[in-house]
T-cell receptor, first 111, second 112 residues
Framework: EDQVTQSPEALRLQEGESSSLNCSYT??????LFWYRQDPGKGPEFLFTLYSAGEEKEKERLKATLTKKESFLHITAPKPEDSATYLC????????????FGKGITLSVRP | DGGITQSPKYLFRKEGQNVTLSCEQN?????MYWYRQDPGQGLRLIYY???????QKGDIAEGYSVSREKKESFPLTVTSAQKNPTAFYLCASSIRTEKEAFFGQGTRLTVV
C-alpha cells in the first residue's frame, strides 16, 4: 500500500527564516510526486510535479527536490503570505493511478 | 477563465436525506475526481472517472454515487447510507489520470 508521511505537522517561521518541509513516501513504483498549497477553506493549488530522483523545480521562493525515498519543499526567505498548508501526494504506476496524499504541513510565517 | 466550479459552497443536510454536489469544469479535461477531506487526515478518493460514461470506485465509495454523462460534469450524490457525511468535499480534474490534478474550491457539507 502506498504511504505518504509529511513532517513536521506544523512549522512556525519568522519572516525571512528559510526552512524545509519533508515528504517521505513508500510506493510500488513512483509515477509522480505532487506538491500542493492549500489555504483555509479553499481547494488545493497545484505547485509542482516531480518524476524522477534528482529532479528539482522552482517557483518564486519555493524549490522542490526529489530522492528515491523523500521530497523536500524548500522555502527561502518566506513571507507571511506563504502561510498555508502544504500537501504532498504520490502516484504509482498502474491502471488505477490515484493520488495518495499526506496529511499536510501547516506553515505559519510571522512578520 | 478556465477552471473547476463546485456548488454550493456550503450545504446542510438532514439525516436520512440524499444530497447532490455539483462539479463543472471547462478545462476540457478527460479525468475527474471526488475527494473527501477531514480534519487531521489526508485527502481520500471517493470516485474517479477517466472518460465520459465510465467511473471507478476510490478508497471510500460506500454511501456515495456519481455519474459522468458529460465531459464537463461529474456530480456526487451523498446518500443516506453514508454514515458520517459531514466533511469538506473537493472535486478535481486532470487532462489525463497521470497528470497533475486541479481542484475546485470545495463544498462543505454539514449534517444537522
Amino acid at each position: 500500500e502506498d504511504q505518504v508521511t509529511q513532517s513536521p505537522e506544523a512549522l512556525r517561521l519568522q519572516e525571512g527564516e528559510s526552512s524545509s518541509l519533508n515528504c517521505s513516501y513508500t510506493v510500488s513504483g513512483l509515477r509522480g510526486l505532487f506538491w500542493y498549497r492549500q489555504d483555509p477553506g479553499k481547494g488545493p493549488e497545484f505547485l509542482f510535479t516531480l518524476y524522477s530522483a534528482g529532479e528539482e523545480k522552482e517557483k518564486e521562493r519555493l524549490k522542490a527536490t526529489l530522492t528515491k525515498k523523500e521530497s523536500f519543499l524548500h522555502i527561502t526567505a518566506p513571507k507571511p503570505e506563504d502561510s498555508a498548508t502544504y500537501l504532498c501526494a504520490v502516484q504509482a504506476w498502474g491502471a488505477n493511478s490515484k493520488l495518495t496524499f499526506g496529511k499536510g504541513i501547516t506553515l505559519s510565517v510571522r512578520p | 477563465d478556465g477552471g473547476i466550479t463546485q456548488s454550493p459552497k456550503y450545504l446542510f443536510r438532514k439525516e436520512g436525506q440524499n444530497v447532490t454536489l455539483s462539479c463543472e469544469q471547462n478545462l476540457n479535461h478527460d479525468a475527474m475526481y471526488w475527494y473527501r477531506q477531514d480534519p487531521g487526515q489526508g485527502l481520500r478518493l471517493i470516485y474517479y472517472s477517466q472518460i465520459v460514461n465510465d467511473f471507478q470506485k476510490g478508497d471510500i465509495a460506500e454511501g456515495y454515487s456519481v455519474s459522468r454523462e458529460k465531459k464537463e460534469s461529474f456530480p456526487l450524490t451523498v446518500t443516506s447510507a453514508q454514515k458520517n457525511p459531514t466533511a469538506f468535499y473537493l472535486c478535481a480534474s486532470s487532462i489525463r489520470t497521470e497528470k497533475e490534478a486541479f481542484f475546485g474550491q470545495g463544498t462543505r457539507l454539514t449534517v444537522v
